[in-house]
């Protein structure tokens, strides 16, 4: 085992999105020194000029299959895929925060440093094919979420979100390191293809591997919060900035299963008769227990924390099925949710009243009447996540369910289609409050700015779009995940 | 001519998106933009029933593109004598109906009438989709404008109706959808094509047994809820109560008809065994509602809740019709989904002119109209008579057909179900009887105000067509038998090739 130390070549090509990304922030850190006024929106498009050009940089490198650093890192189509997500999420979070902040009154440059060094962790654990990879991208992509969290200083729910998010994520990154030791001890690699190898090989049946698979997935379960790792989820999405929850949703979840979908399809595939039952439980309690505690959500941004994590139950499904089919539809439905959720959130984020978040149900009486077109947004985004037609989330969850009929898990399809029809009842009780009441007291404020405006639009196609032709873009989503299944 | 079809469905979502440029306060504009697109999508839905040859079974008009080749979905649309009457009964009650609510909508009108034109794309959608896939999304789509309908312009407990009818009609069909999926891979992996395609699917042959049961019955169920046939009838005395003309009119003129649309056009073909192992038991359940709806009827104070149950009571006749599996019963079913789409349509919008006068539609408010209102009257009693089903009007011929196509099924089933048309004369006649006839109990009623020119136009043309099918169904029932043949043949050869040996 005697191996002489190599200098890793650097791949560029390998990393291009994430360092584009990281390049971004050291740049905005420097402009955040340089004194003029209005600095905060130079700061926000200077990101998004950044995310911009990651995203033109994932569409061009699409199918290259650039991998680098001893192939730790791989640029394969999966994680480009993720990537697109990614940096949609990031960019539509960047023009949803610009007037947000200067509302609420945070005028901090660090907020979008950290949002574009979040994305970067993001980016990192979608092209990780290292378990210290993945752990490099979950620390950077984490350390700057528990920040962004806490960034309303003065808000007493900000403190708690922050302190919980970070608490219990050091605590979930505890199990999440000892189980990448436990599954080096037992394989004697932390590389996904060589512990797959071993895996194959036979120590399939060794306890050290078993015991360090289900450490790592607490690790996993508590980033895309499935239950019964879930318990952070509703404070952290009422405490945080809104633009941040919407980051946290989409994101951070998207990097998640990127990382999630590579290890089970590389490392353990040949256990997989095993790990469904164990993903088929997940996604039950995640869609069952998510739902059933939203419907008594009174607080909209608590509700569509609990709403996240049935969606999240509704994406193991796809995990269980397996397969391009069902990890294809992963893919898919993740996209759709980003848009879906920063939409969502992207117009909670403009409710106020008195210059206070107004993110209680009884905040939105009677906003049809008020400002027709936010409500309109509002109502097209919850009926693609109850997934009717014809918008994304609709055939988020044709495609889902399909994969789990297709697998012969029909009766997870049966749990899933009815938690859909219980969901409905929460998430229409919002199109009821906006159309069919009006508003008690003073009424909610809620006037986007031109680039909130463009985010909300940017969300609203994708969602149409998605829903209306999705063929395309769900074909590339299976062929990215294909490669990975031979 | 191609794309007739797509022309008749979306041309009320174009109207949706000019109406929605207009600005608010031109509600002038509004209307006659909403009222002209109706009226517009009806002349250009006339050619279909012109030209159709009612000689052939096959759909017609079809149209095909693909949509997502690689899952077998594609942009498949066509009708055959099934789905040709409905696509019109949609496009001519929908000018009526936008009538019914100049005055009777009082709010918003804009949003109101670009929710009714999605309602229209979204049902007429439902009719011509020849694709699972399609087929499910305008069943889906079309709920929310319908729950706005309901939601907004309702009465005192909209909300809850609403709810209610959103989540039910969810529940049924959501389990619809893991079935279609189902049936997709069964039939792909069977045959090695995956497709979504009706007339595909519906000519594999799927073996007999649990598999075919259990699809059968959650297509069944969302049907069934749709219907509404008892016991999942009782979202509908909430929303049609809380609806308001509009939406009731539509509701029971086409709305409830995609249930029994669905029974013929799905379950029928798609699953022949179950569908004659569980013809029993749908027979039943017919025979039920019938009778229950009937008495439920009869004790109802308020009329839109009689008209309501009367409903749960004339669908059963329908559901019996389209299960006896035998030409006069289907034939009836379908003519007698027209007739009662017509009457409860038209009772509804008389119900809803006696509202716009007097504010309640509870019966104990009225009683001697006859002197006050007298053609209002008369065109109400005209109404009645065919909705209980008097010889000479609409209701007659599609009741007479199913009961004689029960008779030859199920006997007990058929004597049971002619105690309805009696219990129908009983409730109707007895309303009819305490609205209209005696004295002039509250002075209120003694100033009410005759039918308007607009309330003409819009009773006039639904009358003419009750007079019509009364007289000679022939025009109408001719256009269905071929296709009624076809799809008795392709059950009865599809049943016979899976029966067990």
């Not at chain 1, 797959?196 to 591997?209: E, I, M, S, T, W």
């Not at chain 1, 227990?289 to 499904?317: T, W």
């Not at chain 2, 539509?250 to 249930?259: H, W």
């Amino acid at each position: 085992m005697s191996e002489t130390i190599t200098l890793p070549v650097v791949s560029l090509r390998a990393i291009a999105p994430a360092a584009i990304l990281a390049t971004t922030g050291f740049v905005l850190m420097l402009l955040d020194l340089l004194p003029p006024r209005h600095r905060r929106e130079r700061m926000a498009f200077v990101g998004l000029a950044g995310v911009a050009a990651a995203l033109v940089a994932t569409v061009l490198l699409w199918g290259s299959g650039a991998s680098g650093f001893q192939g730790m890192v791989v640029l394969d189509n999966l994680a480009l895929f993720i990537t697109l997500a990614i940096g949609y999420a990031t960019g539509l979070v960047l023009l949803l925060s610009i007037d947000y902040l200067q509302r609420r009154g945070i005028e901090s440059g660090e907020f979008y440093i950290l949002v574009l060094f979040a994305a970067t962790g993001m980016v990192i654990m979608a092209g990780a094919n290292d378990l210290i990879v993945v752990f490099l991208g979950l620390e950077t992509m984490s350390l700057a979420l528990y920040v962004l969290a806490g960034i309303f200083r003065t808000r007493i729910e900000a403190g708690e979100a922050s302190m919980k998010y970070f608490l219990l994520g050091a605590f979930s990154s505890g199990f999440f390191l000892y189980g990448i030791a436990l599954i080096y001890g037992a394989t004697g690699s932390t590389r996904l293809d060589r512990i797959g190898a071993a895996v194959a090989a036979g120590a399939a049946r060794d306890p050290l591997l078993l015991i360090g698979f289900g450490l790592l997935l607490v690790g996993f379960g508590f980033k895309i919060s499935a239950v019964p790792f879930h318990m952070w989820t509703a404070d952290v999405y009422e405490g945080a900035p809104t633009s941040v929850t919407a980051l946290i949703a989409t994101g951070s979840k998207a990097a998640a299963f990127a990382a999630l979908v590579r290890v089970l399809l590389e490392a353990v595939r040949p256990l997989q008769g095993e790990w469904a039952w164990l993903f088929w439980g997940l996604a039950v309690a995640s869609m069952t227990l998510g739902n059933v505690v939203a419907i008594a959500q009174q607080n909209l941004k608590r509700m569509l924390a609990y709403s996240s994590i049935a969606h999240v139950g509704y994406m193991l499904v796809g995990i269980v099925a397996g397969g391009a089919l069902g990890n294809g539809a992963v893919l898919f439905y993740l996209l759709v949710y980003t848009f879906t959720t920063a939409g969502a959130f992207g117009v909670l984020l403009l409710l106020e009243r008195g210059g206070e978040e107004a993110a209680q149900l009884g905040d939105t009486a009677g906003l049809a009447a008020r400002h027709p077109l936010v409500a309109v947004a509002l109502a097209v985004f919850l009926l693609s996540l109850v997934g009717i037609p014809p918008t994304a989330g609709f055939v988020g969850k044709f495609y889902l369910f399909g994969a789990a009929v297709r697998a012969g898990y029909i009766w997870l399809a049966v749990i899933g289609v009815l938690n859909s029809a219980a969901a409905a009842y929460y998430y229409l009780r919002v199109i009821v409050s906006m159309y069919m009441r009006e508003s008690d007291g003073t009424p909610t404020v809620a006037a986007p700015s031109f680039a909130g405006a463009l985010a909300l639009i940017v969300a609203l196609w994708g969602v149409i779009q998605l829903g209306i032709m999705p063929a395309p873009v769900f074909d590339l989503a299976q062929s990215a995940v294909l490669p990975l299944l031979r | 001519v191609t794309g007739i079809l797509s022309a008749v469905t979306f041309l009320p979502v174009v109207g949706a998106g000019l109406i929605l440029l207009l600005p608010r306060r031109a509600e002038g504009f509004v209307r006659a933009t909403a009222l002209t697109t109706t009226l517009l999508t009806f002349a250009v839905s006339v050619p279909l029933f012109m030209r159709f040859d009612a000689s052939l079974s096959a759909y017609q008009f079809a149209e095909q593109r693909a949509w997502m080749p690689t899952l077998g979905v594609s942009y498949h649309l066509g009708v055959d004598g099934i789905s040709l009457l409905l696509v019109l009964l949609t496009t001519f009650l929908m000018p009526l109906v936008l009538l019914s609510s100049w005055h009777s909508i009082e709010r918003r009108w804009k949003e109101f009438a670009i929710t009714m034109l999605l309602l229209e794309t979204g049902m007429l959608g439902v009719f011509v989709s020849l694709d699972l896939f399609l087929f499910y999304v305008f069943w889906e789509a079309m709920l929310i404008p319908m729950y706005l309908i309901i939601g907004i312009w309702g009465g005192p407990d909209r909300v809850f109706a609403a709810v209610k009818f959103v989540l039910y009609t969810l529940a049924g069909s959501l389990l619809m959808l893991v079935a279609i999926l189902a049936l997709y891979f069964l039939h792909g992996t069977a045959t090695g094509g995956y497709t979504f395609d009706l007339p595909v699917l519906a000519r594999y042959v799927l073996p007999a047994g649990r598999a075919q049961n259990l699809m059968f019955l959650a297509f069944a169920l969302a049907f069934a809820i749709k219907v509404p046939m008892w016991p999942f009838h009782t979202w509908l005395p909430d929303a049609h109560t809380e609806a308001p003309t509009p939406g009731s009119v539509i509701l029971a003129g086409v709305l409830l008809k995609m249930g029994t649309y669905g029974f013929l056009r799905f379950c029928l073909p798609l699953f022949p065994q179950a569908t004659m192992a569980f013809a029993p038991w749908m027979f039943a359940l017919a025979v039920i509602g019938i009778i229950y709806g009937a008495w439920v009827s009869t004790v109802q104070a308020d009329m839109k809740r009689l008209v309501a149950y009367s409903s749960v009571s004339h669908l059963g006749f329908v559901v019996l019709g389209l299960f006896t599996l035998n030409p006069q019963g289907m034939i009836g079913a379908i003519i007698q989904m027209v007739n009662h789409g017509l009457s409860t349509g038209a009772l509804f919008l008389i119900v809803g002119m006696l509202y716009e006068r007097r504010h309640t539609r509870l019966i104990a408010d009225y009683g001697g109209l006859w002197k006050v209102v007298p053609a209002l009257s008369v065109l109400f009693l005209i109404v009645t008579f065919s909705s209980i089903g008097l010889p000479g009007l609409n209701g007659f011929v599609g009741e007479f057909l199913i009961l004689v196509g029960a008779f030859q099924v199920n006997r007990p089933a058929a004597v049971l179900a002619t105690t309805g048309i009696i219990f129908a004369a009983v409730y109707l006649l007895w309303m009819y009887q305490r609205v209209i006839f005696g004295d002039v109990t509250h002075e209120e009623n003694r100033r009410i105000p005759d039918l308007s020119p607009r309330e003409w136009v819009i009773l006039v043309p639904v009358l003419v067509f009750i007079v019509w099918i009364g007289v000679y169904p022939a025009t109408f029932t001719g256009k269905t038998e071929a296709s009624v043949h076809a799809l008795i043949t392709q059950v009865q050869t599809k049943a016979a090739a899976t029966a067990p040996r």
